[in-house]
């Protein structure tokens, strides 16, 4: 990813902002400013500055904090990223069917990875106890509604 | 008078047993998050919001102040341990800390940032406390148009004058906007950028956004990056925490300066935090008898820049509690809890919640002496904290953030759209944009139009209502001023001396 490719993306946004601009359904109520002009207000504001960030990208006047030196990323970039997403898609994936505790310790050893940690007991031992932690002290104590902990919790 | 009778009042509530406990949670909370990288007071308090709905909210908000004054002085102990601020308006205050660290005084250098965090926090309480309601008379006078117009100086503020780069500030705007457009629009009941997904229709959370920019997106960039599980270097906890004679000679007019320096500033709709401190750290420098010193631990870079940054942090409340406007991040996130418990902000909540609002500010007063205590006897224990592995911070505050938001209304798609958000907070932290004006237009873009269409219905479609009514059309001149101002400033220096 570069500065211009991320301005290309930006546009794309716009893109599909515009689009979803012309599904708003027209108001019957009479009234000043209806549902419409706000929104495409922004989204001209959005693709002018877009327009110019990409301008301005192109002409290699925009950043990339990972190109200093010192800040470049080490070997290995996608896949600890890749890891932390993993995560979070375990969590959603086992949530409802697994309760709390098991999907969050799941989710906490893919971001664990992500940071270098080998996937090992240990990991597993201490994600499941910072899980078990938040769901005594956010479920139990305080009431948050975080479903069960197990799948066959009580 | 009345202020001082109401600060009373508000006084009897806040040294309530249950008050204060939830006073000391915030503290406590507080310097936790700003002692630790990756996690502020915005993140922290956005993942609290779930609670606001089984706690009374004169706790929840005396525990949230807790928490964003905590945070403001726990940022100093990384600063000065690890020379890694634990957030922005920190900087400055690692730039000589870390150097007397290093020269053997870490100290000191804790004990004049926490007493100064001290005397400039209750010299900004004190300062909200007498000018907050001659603001709230000022802004009784608002009508729609000064409110869309105060809207606008807010979101340009935010975007131009903050961060590193107007450009990258006003795509960070313009995307907040946006993002705040999404949902059923409350005047037609017409969905917008909905893509027809019923989850969408409430529009965005607060929560997700804030958590996924500030937490997942961080977590993200530093995971990709790989230095983090490398770990920075502690410093040890040398020298003792007792100032000399001539450390408070040199400290005492720093604090006061960087007080006076913190309050007005940070209340000015451009203000935050992070201006007051570096005025702050060059004014020292100017005036000290020892400028040979800054740059290798000048004791008076470390006290200026860090009451500089406490007197911000209460400056910041003042336009949040008096015109519903906020002007940071965090002040985003509390205006979206004042929002969740039904609380009109704005000029009517010193009217309407008057307990409420003068407990939380009786609560900063306390709040202060509750620091003191905490930050210096407890030091050793925030230097343990410095020392946990990256792996288990960093998947304990994913797991958090997760839990925060899944508990907030059970839904998985939250969860998948926090984990979107860190995508876009990783892009965002690798090419600098600014994180604030995003969440700030994401929680004014629905506000303004509101206001917007206020106005445009009693002016009867008139446009020119923006620009003819005086205090309306002076911010809007302001606003224009900001946006335009820096880009010929920068023009004019760039042209060659004749």
Redesign the interface.
Known sequence: ?T?LR?ALW?LA?CGV?AW?LTV????L?Q?????VL??AA??A??TL??L??GL?AWRGH?????QEAG????????T??L???A???V??TL??PLG?VLP?AL???C???????PLNAK?AL??GL??TV??VV??RL??????PALPFWV | MEAFDALMGGFAIALQPTTLMWGFIGCFVGTLVGVLPGIGPALTIALLLPLTYHVPATSMFVMFAGIYYGAAYGGSTTSILLNTPGESAAVVTALEGNKMARRGRAGQALATAAIGSFIAGTIGTLALTFFAPLVVDAALAFGPAEYFSLMVLSLVAVSAVLGNSMLRGLVALSLGLLLGMIGVDLQTGQPRFTFGRPELLDGIEVTVAAVGLFAVGEAMYLAWQGRESKGGEVMKLSGSLWMSKKDWGRSWKAWFRGAFYGFPIGAMPAGGAELPTLLSYYTEKKLSKHPEEFGHGAIEGVAGPEAANNAAAAGVLMPLLTLGIPTSATAAIMLSAFEGYGIQTGPQLFSQQGGLVWTLIASLYIGNVILLVLNLPLVSLWVKLLKIPPPWLYAGIIVISTAGVYGAGNSVFNVGLLFVFGLLGYLMRRFDFPAAPLIVGLILAPMAEQSMRQALTISQGEWSTFFTRPLSGSLMAVSLLLLVAPALWQRLRARPAP
Do not use: K
Request: proline share 6%.
């Open positions: 990813m500065p991320l930006l946004v902002a979803q708003i359904p027209q108001s109520m009234m000043t400013v209806g549902p706000a929104p922004i989204v504001g959005l500055v877009a110019v960030y301005s925009q950043v990339d904090l990972s800040q470049e990323a080490l070997p290995g970039s996608t600890r990223l890891s932390l997403l995560g979070g898609l969590f959603i949530v409802i709390f969050a989710c906490g050893m971001i664990a990875r992500a940071f270098d940690a990991s201490i994600c910072i899980a938040f769901w956010f479920a305080l009431g948050v509604g975080l479903g």
